[in-house]
């Protein structure tokens, strides 16, 4: 199994609503990862976690927070969106610790967002 | 810092054509390379990976990658496109960063198939 598991597919919230993304990877990865893609561009890291603890925040407004409850599972707290939020969230997961030949990271089919 | 570089916004070739997308790098030991490949709407899926090695690297769909250091190039080709590789290509370096990796990818090359 080779699958990262984004769930729902499509989210339309409100500004002042309260949502949350959701991930999912049974490859034993340790290393897992939120991306957020815009039209036309590449996706762009938000956050890192390496074995369920939060390595890499890039600098992300505090209306995102991600949450890893075990190593499997992944998720991205909304609150408080602002329309240019809108986008494809991507999520991902790598293996670590098993040398550079398992360095590739997996993504999940994205999650699109429309903030409203 | 890391960087990826994708020249080409976009690429048009008919269809039996041979293709090569362009990508360097900055990175200032040995990278870790990848080409994905991402359809409208869709996640990204891994086309190849160079890690190390031997610098040709053979990937899915056909598609082949050649690693050059001097050049910090990392070229995606392939001998004959199909219609259905139309999509975007995304060149990314895998950088180790606080005791994990971080992803960085290039701008993307949008490819487009005559038939």
């Known amino acids: 199994d080779t699958e990262v598991t984004q769930t729902p597919k499509h989210l339309v919230m409100g500004m002042t609503n309260k949502k949350s993304l959701k991930c999912e990877q049974h490859?034993?990865?340790?290393?897992m990862y939120w991306y957020k893609q815009k039209a036309k561009k590449p996706p762009e890291l938000m956050f890192v976690?390496?074995?369920?603890?939060?390595?890499i925040n890039e600098s992300v407004p505090s209306r995102f927070s991600p949450e890893c409850p075990n190593s499997s599972l992944l998720n991205l707290h909304l609150h408080a969106l602002q329309p240019e939020d809108s986008a494809l969230y991507l999520c991902?997961?790598?293996?670590?610790?098993?040398?550079?030949?398992?360095?590739?990271?997996?993504f999940g089919q994205g999650t699109r967002l429309t903030v409203v | 810092a890391q960087s990826v570089t994708q020249p080409d916004i976009h690429i048009t070739v008919s269809e039996g054509a041979s293709l090569e997308l362009r990508c360097n790098y900055s990175?200032?030991?040995?990278?870790?390379l990848f080409w994905y490949v991402q359809s409208p709407g869709q996640g990204l899926q891994l086309l190849l990976k160079?890690?190390?090695?031997?610098?040709l690297v053979q990937g899915i769909k056909g598609f082949e990658a050649e690693f050059k250091r001097s050049q910090s190039s990392f070229n995606l080709r392939k001998p004959s496109v199909h219609w259905s590789d139309a999509a975007e290509y995304f060149c990314?370096?895998?950088?180790?960063?606080?005791?994990?990796?971080?992803?960085?990818f290039g701008t993307g090359t949008r490819l487009k198939v005559l038939a």
């Open positions: 991902a997961s790598s293996q670590e610790g098993g040398g550079a030949s398992n360095t590739e990271a997996f």
């Open positions: 490859m034993g990865h340790r290393a």
């Open positions: 976690y390496s074995y369920e603890k939060l390595s």
């Open positions: 990175y200032g030991a040995t990278p870790y």
């Open positions: 160079y890690f190390s090695g031997d610098t």
């Open positions: 990314a370096v895998g950088a180790p960063t606080s005791g994990t990796y971080k992803y960085i």
